[in-house]
């Protein structure tokens, strides 16, 4: 199985980017998604994750502004992404669960829960 990250770039505060993930090698919906984040020198975090039930959970600095969804036809992951600003400023990573039969919306954010994972697509935020 395979990951693959599309849609990072440089954008201007108060802008917006739309990023991809691509699964290859099996079908989307046998499994949990989420998009996480790092930036240099911190630790990786989760942005949104959205049961392969439906649940959808996001990390409270991006709530109202970011939106997860997927569509298993075309077996893509996406994350729209509105209102950026410096703070978003890292690498995002698409990552995939398959061992987890039901977890709660905080645990569907921790990086430990996914057992695959893309190469990342990097964001930047700046004037």
């Known amino acids: 199985v395979q990951l693959v990250e599309s849609g990072g770039g440089s954008v201007q505060p108060g802008g917006s980017l739309n990023l991809s993930c691509v699964i290859s090698g099996d079908t989307i919906s046998r499994y949990h998604m989420a998009w996480f984040r790092q930036a240099p020198g911190k630790e990786r975090e989760g942005v949104a994750a959205?049961?392969?039930?439906?649940?959808?959970a996001y990390a409270d600095s991006v709530k109202g502004r970011f939106t997860i969804s997927q569509d298993n036809d075309k077996n893509t992951l996406y994350l729209q992404m509105n209102s950026l600003n410096s703070e978003d400023t890292a690498m995002y990573y698409c990552?995939?669960?398959?061992?987890?039969?039901?977890?709660?919306?905080?645990?569907?954010?921790?990086?430990?829960?996914?057992?695959?994972w893309g190469q990342g697509t990097q964001v930047t935020v700046s004037p």
């Open positions: 990552a995939a669960d398959d061992l987890t039969p039901t977890r709660t919306n905080n645990q569907a954010l921790r990086p430990t829960l996914y057992n695959k």
């Open positions: 959205i049961s392969s039930y439906g649940t959808i």
